[in-house]
């Protein structure tokens, strides 16, 4: 099921201006990649630290470039099937789906204008 992290709209694939980044799970990120143009995906786990150091990064982003860019959060303890899938070894990992189609996987906490540079190529 995709919801927002507010879970103001449950179910409902579209983000809205005040809540910009989806919840996935294993169940939706494949309706996510096919609602979106550009979708990235964080990969994170409640007990990273450079996860946690990257969520205020990827909620700006989000409203920096809200409607052209979806953003979504899938927690990798919960949800291994899609870990495995896209090979997650390393995390904070950002997978970058364009048109439908997984183009890159961004790996590790890094400065916001350094990820904004490796995100911008895909716009």
Same mark, same amino acid.
């Given at each position: 099921m995709l919801?927002? /992290?507010?879970?103001?709209?449950?179910?409902?694939?579209?983000?809205s201006a005040s809540d910009e980044v989806l919840e996935l799970d294993d169940a939706s990120i494949g309706a996510a990649v096919r609602s979106y143009p550009l979708l990235v995906v964080d990969c994170w786990a409640a007990w990273c630290g450079p996860c946690r150091m990257m969520?205020?990064?990827?909620?700006? /982003?989000?409203?920096?470039?809200?409607?052209?860019?979806?953003?979504?959060? /899938?927690?990798? &303890?919960?949800?291994? &099937?899609?870990?495995?899938?896209?090979?997650?070894?390393?995390?904070?990992?950002? /997978?970058?789906?364009?048109q439908g189609k997984h183009v890159d996987t961004i790996v590790g906490a890094m400065p916001a204008q350094q990820f904004e540079q490796k995100l911008t190529r895909h716009i």
């Open positions: 919801e927002r /992290l507010s879970g103001k709209a449950k179910g409902d694939p579209t983000p969520a205020p990064v990827i909620e700006q /982003l989000a409203k920096k470039y809200e409607g052209k860019v979806a953003f979504g959060k /899938l927690n990798v &303890d919960q949800n291994s &099937d899609t870990a495995a899938r896209y090979q997650i070894m390393s995390i904070p990992a950002f /997978l970058v789906f364009k």
